[in-house]
């Protein structure tokens, strides 16, 4: 695996590609303190590229980044805004001023399905039927089964399992596998056996370590990981490279690497999310 923290993506090819590269194009949970949009990341091979969240400030990000001309489709792993919010800024940027030709597979939690409809209520226009339900207009919206079982070939040569994280609301813990590796994502969550399954030797474990230090009910309570926390989860799924993302402080992005370092000593590389930076498995 090869890290940089300026490289551009390549750009897509015909046809699956050995190599997935993730981007990160947001991965801020609470305030606006490193001016960086939400969680959104994109993984990209030579067969195009997947969404994975898209909170606030992700559709922005996606323009710029140019990746949205070869993206294939959306995977959201919970409902909560700053992980979803901007799927109506992606779905109005499909259909307006000109609609595309087609929609977008468009994958979450099967429990939080009615979520997409309720948008289209409150943002639908009536008065421009190209927007006139613009989530199910833009996307073609599936059910993520969290049992682990189904694996989905997302595009080719790359396939995705869910498995259950443990949040407020149905979180899903992703699991995307290729020819030449794993990258998993824990979501938001606690420490539970669902969010270990789909990190199991990842070669890169994106996962959330929102606090420092953290209250149980912000922990169990709710459903959030410790710099600690996150270190001793990915030292026991064994991964090869912990990707510590959501903060809720970038303030403390410097001893949330220390802490997490400290919670798996063996672990030879550990690095913090930050927007544009993109690493490579089976480069
Ligand atoms: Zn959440």
Redesign the pocket.
């Given at each position: 695996m090869t890290a940089s923290e300026a490289r551009a993506p390549r750009p897509a090819a015909e046809g699956p590609d050995a190599a997935i590269t993730l981007t990160v194009l947001g991965c801020r949970?609470g305030a606006p303190d490193a001016g960086s949009p939400c969680s959104g990341y994109v993984l990209t091979s030579g067969a195009g590229s997947i969404l994975v969240d898209c909170g606030s400030g992700i559709a922005a990000a996606l323009a710029r980044s140019g990746l949205d001309e070869g993206l294939r489709g959306v995977v959201v792993?919970?409902v909560?805004a700053?992980?979803s919010l901007d799927l109506v800024a992606l779905a109005y940027g499909r259909r307006f001023p000109r609609p595309h030709a087609e929609r977008l597979p468009l994958w979450l939690p099967d429990a939080s399905l009615d979520r997409v409809d309720r948008l289209d209520d409150l943002f639908g226009i009536p008065t421009l039927p190209d927007l006139a339900r613009p989530i199910a207009q833009s996307f073609d919206v599936r059910p993520l089964r969290l049992d682990g079982a189904d694996e989905i070939e997302v595009m080719p040569g790359l396939r995705m399992a869910a498995f259950p994280a443990r949040?407020?609301?149905p979180?899903a813990a992703l699991r995307f596998s290729c020819e030449s590796g794993t990258i998993a994502f824990s979501?938001?969550t606690s420490w539970t056996e669902g969010v270990l399954q789909a990190a199991d030797h990842a070669d890169l474990f994106v996962c959330e370590a929102t606090y420092l230090e953290a209250t149980e009910q912000e922990l169990e309570g709710?459903?959030?990981l410790t710099a600690e926390l996150a270190g001793r989860l990915a030292a026991e799924a064994s991964v090869r490279h912990l990707l510590l993302t959501h903060l809720s402080s970038w303030r403390d992005a410097e001893a949330t690497l220390a802490v997490a370092r400290s919670a798996a000593p063996g672990m030879a590389h550990i690095s913090l999310a930050r927007p544009g930076a993109t690493w490579t498995v089976g480069a």
């Open positions: 949970s792993t919970h909560h700053d992980h949040h407020a609301v979180s979501s938001d709710h459903g959030h």
